[in-house]
């Protein structure tokens, strides 16, 4: 990241999207400048305190201005930071932040405040889900992957040597607040990343939103209205999701598109964020369940070759070839895959698709079917 002026100076008015889940339904404010609105936001929620959750880097450059909103509207306030990537997504770093937010003396009617990327977002909520058997907590996500995907849902948690996401809880935030300023410090690659989960909503079941993107991709790199729009799309699609199938039991399932590839892959490359970073897998992993889906008889050529299209064009990777250092395997993914969480009875899950926007679940694909693909889609091109 690199510093910006501040983002109260060019706000615009909050778009809002509500996630409706009765007695815990919450609103995400969109907008650049909403970091402005956190002290009174905050304040409405009746806390006595707040514990801010960060990474260092993303603490160095606004945790300053967080807090001072924050303390303005009167409340207590504490910082807790974790180095920034995804290796602060283990057991470790969660006792630290857990025990850091108790010497906080942060109560039940308190807040844990996640201010970073999808990975303190995850790491925070999964802390304030344990700590006193569940604290309140607020997201305020600093990454387009997290403004647009990991802060809204309520899924929270930490990685472990077995894959991604394993240790967890459903821990639904009080508030989102996402600045859309906030992006402006973001680097290009991460923002790229991001990119990968707007694309992805109109995959699932929104060939409309798919059509947007691809006449306005470019134009959500940039600040203003596009990218705003793109991020409020993103999140009413999926809170009515979320708002259906809070558990994942179903529908819900659904947002998982291109993940189960995608979570090999980081596992494979060891969460090596110099090699991949989450929103790169993510994009390999949408063009692979494309091309998986053509391969099974189920999607047009067409499609298959359209998403991969559209995630070449804004610089995304869309090919196994695609990841620096090689040393990627069908063994390898397979093996991974076997950890996914929506394996059953050791059946492999996929979302799969029959075309843009037409996106379902698929259970029991056979693992050999997945490694012949795999294997063809290592050859050389």
């Known amino acids: 990241m690199t510093a910006s002026p501040s983002p109260a100076r060019s706000a615009t008015p909050a778009r809002v999207v509500k996630v409706p889940l009765g007695e815990r339904s919450y609103d995400i404010r969109i907008g650049r400048g909403v970091l402005a609105e956190a002290g009174s936001a905050m304040a409405a929620l009746k806390p006595a305190a707040c514990a801010i959750v960060s990474d260092e880097t993303v603490a160095r450059l606004h ?12 409340l207590r306030t504490s910082l807790v930071t974790v180095p920034a990537g995804e290796p602060s997504k283990s057991y470790a770093r969660f006792a630290e932040v857990c025990d850091s937010i108790l010497a906080a003396r942060i109560e039940r009617g308190d807040l844990v405040v996640a201010f970073g ?26 990454t387009l992957l997290a403004q647009v ?48 989960e707007v694309v992805k909503y109109g995959l699932i079941n929104d060939a409309g939103f798919f059509d947007w ?30 708002s259906r199938d809070e558990r ?10 291109g993940h189960t590839f995608a979570h090999a892959l980081e596992r494979a490359c060891r969460y090596d ?31 298959a070759v359209r998403v991969a299209r559209h995630l070449q064009a804004v610089g995304l990777p869309s090919r196994l070839q695609d990841v620096p250092g090689g040393a ?32 379902f679940v698929a259970k029991g694909i056979e693992a050999g079917a997945v490694h012949d693909f795999l294997t063809e889609e290592l050859k050389p091109s």
């Open 273 to 303: 964020g110099s090699r991949l970073v989450h929103g790169e897998a993510v994009a390999i992993g949408l063009a692979l369940a494309f091309r998986f889906s053509q391969r099974l008889g189920l999607c047009p050529g067409q499609d």
């Open 63 to 74: 945790a300053s201005a967080l807090a001072a909103s924050l303390e303005g509207a009167g």
């Open 248 to 257: 994942e039991t179903g529908e819900r399932a659904l947002l998982n598109l």
């Open 213 to 242: 993107c691809e006449a306005n991709g470019t134009r959500v790199f940039a600040p203003g209205d596009e990218r705003d729009q793109a991020v409020a799309v993103s999140c009413a699609a999926k809170a009515a999701i979320v």
């Open 328 to 359: 990627v395997t069908a063994d390898s993914l397979i093996d991974a895959m076997g950890q996914d969480k929506k394996v059953e009875r050791g059946a492999l899950t996929f979302i799969l698709a029959r075309g843009i926007g037409k996106s």
């Open 149 to 196: 995907d990991s802060s809204v849902g309520g899924k929270t948690g930490i990685n472990s040597p077995h894959g991604k996401n394993l240790v967890g809880a459903f821990h639904q935030p009080s508030l989102v607040l996402a600045d859309t300023a906030l992006l402006d410090t973001l680097p290009a690659r991460e923002f790229r990343a991001g990119y990968a």
């Open 117 to 142: 990327g999808g990975v303190v977002g995850d790491l925070a909520g999964f802390a304030a889900a344990v700590v006193r058997r569940g604290v309140r907590f607020v997201q305020v996500p600093t």
